[in-house]
Nanobody, 120 residues
Framework: QVQLVESGGGLVQAGGSLRLSCAAS????????MGWLRQAPGKDREFVAG????????AYADSVKGRFTISRDNTKNTVYLQMNSLKPEDTAVYYC?????????????WGQGTQVTVSS
């Protein structure tokens, strides 16, 4: 069992930056791949970024490549999403999730989400 709590969302102007954090409970955090997904109003939830259990492998949606960076600190049971050069289309609820199988899919545990709003 893994419990996830996101923080760091908020309102930012286009071109600005935010850093999301996701704190995980449970001693098995380091055995899960972690990901960030987002859902904008009226749209399906979409994959944003994922990271392997060791942190050696990462993956990004094309829409955020070069702007967002995912990282993790297994000593702190925390995964991060650094978001730079934010655009209004990045506005969404961002969810942290844990997967036992893949950094792109199979997410089994979810946080409650944190709102990110980018104004133009």
């Amino acid at each position: 069992q893994v419990q996830l709590v996101e923080s760091g969302g908020g309102l930012v102007q286009a071109g600005g930056s935010l850093r999301l954090s996701c704190a995980a409970s449970g001693r098995t955090f380091s055995s899960y791949a972690m990901g960030w997904l987002r859902q904008a109003p009226g749209k399906d939830r979409e994959f944003v970024a994922g990271i392997s259990w060791s942190g050696s492998y990462t993956a990004y949606a094309d829409s955020v490549k070069g702007r967002f960076t995912i990282s993790r600190d297994n000593t702190k049971n925390t995964v991060y999403l650094q978001m730079n050069s934010l655009k209004p289309e990045d506005t969404a609820v961002y969810y942290c999730a844990a997967s036992p199988v893949s950094l792109r899919m199979g997410y089994q545990y979810w946080g409650q989400g944190t709102q990110v709003t980018v104004s133009s």
